[in-house]
């Protein structure tokens, strides 16, 4: 079946250590995107890539990094600069905007912890 | 900058009633698209339903309708004949006309809670 696949569901890693997560999408979607949640303060932007080898810096870009160097793939980097990175990420991808009638879809998240 | 807003952080409804989400949103675009997503414990975000800026009338998926004012900025949902499985956090997402389709600015959410 077609969809975006997370990996891991749960993560721990010690501070001062970066972590991958990783986003593997078989949609054959050109756009892909990386949301930080939190409680109660819904999704934020972190990175989006619309295209392979392309990537914008979303609303929260600081402490985090990402490559796309491959149309199915787009994994993000948590550095140690990130100073609160216990979070739930959530990973998307969708059809180039100019496509119509279309929406985001979602994987089904890492929860991070830092300890 | 756009942003949503959601009030109301917390709502319980009765199984078969009938519950109002409200979101209003800032923005200086004229057009633009409106969502609602559905987060259950599962915690897989779900489109619920989708509104074109442009387009006056509301758009409606089964038990969900929402009531979209342009002049207030307002975009609610309505969830009709409520069921346990509806029990979920819900996301009121604004998106500009030439962004992606995952390119979203999200609300803080709703959590909704249906009991029996």
């Known amino acids: 079946d077609g969809g975006i696949t997370q990996s891991p569901k749960y993560l721990f890693r010690k501070e001062g250590q970066n972590v991958t997560l990783s986003c593997e999408q078989n949609?054959?979607?050109?756009?892909m995107y990386w949301y930080r949640q939190d409680p109660g303060q819904g999704l934020r932007l972190i990175y989006y890539?619309?295209?392979?080898?392309?990537?914008q810096k979303g609303d929260i870009a600081e402490g985090y990094s990402v490559s796309r160097e491959k149309k199915e793939s787009f994994p993000l980097t948590v550095t140690s600069a990130q100073k609160n990175p216990t979070a739930f990420y959530l990973c998307?991808?969708?059809?180039?905007?100019?496509?119509?009638?279309?929406?985001?879809?979602f994987g089904q998240g890492t929860r991070l912890t830092v300890v | 900058a756009q942003t949503v807003t959601q009030s109301q952080p917390e709502m319980s409804v009765q199984e078969a009633e009938t519950v109002t989400l409200s979101c209003t949103y800032d923005?200086?675009?004229?057009?633009?698209?409106l969502f609602w997503y559905k987060q259950p414990p599962s915690r897989q975000m779900i489109l619920v339903i989708r509104?074109?800026?442009?387009?006056?009338q509301n758009a409606t998926e089964n038990r969900f309708s929402v009531n979209f004012q342009k002049a207030a900025k307002s975009f609610s949902l309505k969830i009709s004949d409520s069921q346990l499985g509806d029990t979920a956090m819900y996301f009121c997402?604004?998106?500009?006309?030439?962004?992606?389709?995952?390119?979203?600015?999200f609300g803080a959410g709703t959590q909704v809670v249906v009991t029996p």
């Open positions: 949609l054959n979607h050109d756009a």
């Open positions: 509104q074109e800026a442009y387009k006056q």
């Open positions: 890539s619309q295209i392979v080898n392309d990537f």
């Open positions: 923005t200086s675009e004229n057009n633009y698209y």
């Open positions: 997402a604004f998106m500009k006309p030439r962004d992606s389709w995952g390119k979203l600015q």
């Open positions: 998307a991808s969708s059809i180039s905007f100019r496509s119509q009638n279309t929406e985001a879809f």
